[in-house]
């Protein structure tokens, strides 16, 4: 087994989903999808696996899991934070926001997760709620009108959380 997950997880996680959904290739992507959230991405090991046990082609598989963008393919952090960049968000300052956020967790545009695994930090186009812009999404949880201060003070109470957690 790579390197890419812990030994905590194994291929009998995956047969346990594979198994809930009947084995289906017509349920492809929820199977992705509770893969996808038990790794926090889809390992290229567990595709091929995954694959093989629904005969179908890996290439298949691969296309479904790159044409959607809620599918990762490589590592996400424990947390995940999305800006909203579209227009109504960048007038009104969602690039002071970025620029806070990726100055504070070491990251660029390019770079998107933190080398100890904690945070993940993506633009994306829209979000659907224009009214709050700019807006913030942490964790499924959205934080609208955000300001550069807030988001970190959001970064301050997580890092303080999981100090506690540790």
């Known amino acids: 087994m790579s390197s890419d997950y812990s030994a905590a997880h194994s291929f009998n996680k995956v047969m346990e989903i594979l198994d809930r959904f009947d084995r289906s290739e017509t349920k492809i992507i929820p199977i992705l999808q509770a893969v996808q959230e038990e790794y926090r991405y889809l390992p290229q090991e567990v595709l091929t696996f995954i694959a093989t046990s629904l005969g179908v082609s890996p290439a298949r598989l691969y296309g479904v899991a790159t044409f959607y963008s809620h599918f990762s393919l490589e590592p996400k952090g424990k947390h995940i934070l999305k800006m909203c960049d579209g227009t109504a968000c960048h007038v ?13 967790l070491h990251l660029t545009a390019k770079k998107i997760t933190t080398d100890d695994m904690m945070y993940t930090f993506e633009t994306v186009s829209c979000l659907g709620a224009c009214g709050l812009a700019p807006v913030l999404v942490v964790d499924d949880e959205v ?3 955000v300001k550069p201060e807030q988001a970190l003070a ?13």
Do not use: F, L, P, T
Request: aromatic residues 4%.
């Open 92 to 104: 009104r300052g969602s690039s002071a926001v970025i620029d806070a956020i990726r100055e504070r």
């Open 143 to 145: 934080y609208g009108q």
């Open 154 to 166: 959001i970064i301050d109470k997580i890092d303080a959380e999981e100090k506690g957690n540790a």
